[in-house]
């Protein structure tokens, strides 16, 4: 079982590079062809790896790359039922966009993507070790912001894209010094705290979650399968596969606890003001994510996997769904002469107006996290450049005017 446990991860990457063989060639590949390859990749992927589920847990040692760094692939209970999905999605997605995407000039290169980014996120769930698993991480975060900037032309996906990209790697940072720390015997306390930190950029948590909404830029097919589903879910997944390092220290599961809790609450109230259907569906899928760090940090692990692979399936049928959705809507409204009525409006009305308009001002403002970021930390950090950019100049002046 060891060769097809090295094919589930192979076969994406085959995808991916035979894709990009193609790409250079003065006469493009057929639309049909290219689905097809991303299809059968992700199709063999998940295959393999239920082939390998039946032999029950499999290690494989791929060699060392150096001292310290051991190439090491694990099947288990944890990571096949989530390399799986990630498989069937990713076939699934694939074929949806052939015609979603029928005649797009970046058809080519959103499948290319998508093989990258499938490809990635076998790696991350099949990591056997820390090191090879921040290899899958960064692939699956750099195809997911060129996915967010699949529509290059404009500048909204550009910018959306590019701070998505700015927040994975403010938070990779925590994952990496994981690694380090680990490597070097450090508390656990400490690994815990930045695998925690780690996770929250991809999970689009609280206070880190504002890139979410704004990844709504790219495609649908794009959107169901990273942000989602598969993407947002990788944060969690990491918690579950490093919980016996992180819960030695006590103080780890408490900060796990409050950022999922606080982020549900938080995602929950803005998601009830957000006005198109793909934003309030990334605000849901960051709710269900807290959630599923709450269930961690309880201890539910076995619950916490099961709900997360529930919700990534869900998920990705609603984006799906939601264009398809919306059109039906506008057809109820026709059909019942009016707006259709608001769920939880009862339950609103139990708050006094007062509160309810606070609390309405401060969804739609979300929370007003995005001013307190960009004025106060992206602001302030900026300043901070800017500052040490004219002292360095005034030196180098008065430096010029000594000579």
């Known amino acids: 079982m060891s060769g097809a446990l090295v094919g589930a991860v192979a076969a994406p990457f085959a995808a991916f590079l035979l894709l990009a063989a193609g790409a250079g060639r003065r006469v493009p590949p057929d639309e049909r062809v290219v689905s097809a390859v991303v299809v059968l990749a992700a199709a063999v992927s998940a295959g393999l790896l239920c082939a390998v589920a039946w032999s029950g847990p499999v290690e494989v040692v791929l060699g060392t790359w150096f001292a310290g760094f051991p190439l090491v692939l694990v099947a288990d209970g944890w990571s096949v039922p989530v390399g799986v999905l990630a498989g069937l ?136 399968i990273c942000y989602g589903a598969i993407s947002v879910s990788l944060g969690p997944y990491l918690l579950l596969r490093t919980e016996p390092v992180w819960s030695q220290a006590p103080a780890v599961p408490v900060l796990i606890g409050v950022v999922g809790g606080v982020t549900a609450v938080h995602a929950a109230l803005v998601g009830r003001a957000q006005t198109d259907v793909k934003t309030g569906l990334a605000y849901a899928s960051t709710t269900q994510v807290g959630l599923v760090l709450v269930e961690i940090a309880a201890g539910w692990h076995v619950l916490a996997l099961a709900h997360l692979l529930g919700h990534a399936a869900l998920r990705s049928a609603q984006f799906l769904r939601a264009p398809s959705a919306l059109h039906d809507h506008h057809h ?60 360095d100049e005034r030196w180098v002046r008065r430096l010029a005017a000594t000579r």
């Open 332 to 391: 109820l409204e026709q059909a019942l002469g009016g707006p259709v009525p608001r769920a939880g409006a009862v339950w609103d009305r139990l708050l006094p107006r007062p509160v309810r308009s606070w609390l309405y001002r401060f969804a739609l403002e979300r929370g007003y996290l995005d001013a307190l970021v960009v004025e106060r930390v992206v602001g302030g950090f900026a300043r901070l450049v800017r500052r040490c950019a004219a002292a």
């Open 89 to 224: 999605l990713g076939a699934t997605i694939s074929a949806f966009s052939r015609r979603y995407l029928h005649r797009d000039p970046g058809y080519r290169r959103f499948h290319l993507l998508l093989a990258l980014f499938v490809a990635g996120v076998q790696l991350v769930v099949l990591a056997g070790t820390l090191d090879l698993l921040v290899v899958g991480w960064e692939l699956t975060g750099l195809a997911s912001a060129l996915l967010i900037a699949f529509f290059h032309r404009r500048r909204g996906p550009v910018a959306h894209g590019l701070r998505a990209f700015a927040t994975y790697r403010v938070c990779d940072v925590g994952l990496v010094g994981a690694a380090v720390v680990a490597h070097h015997g450090g508390p656990p306390l400490a690994v815990g705290v930045l695998l925690l930190w780690g996770a929250m950029g991809k999970a689009a948590q609280f206070p880190l979650g504002g890139w979410l909404p704004r990844a709504m830029e790219g495609p649908t097919p794009s959107t169901a």
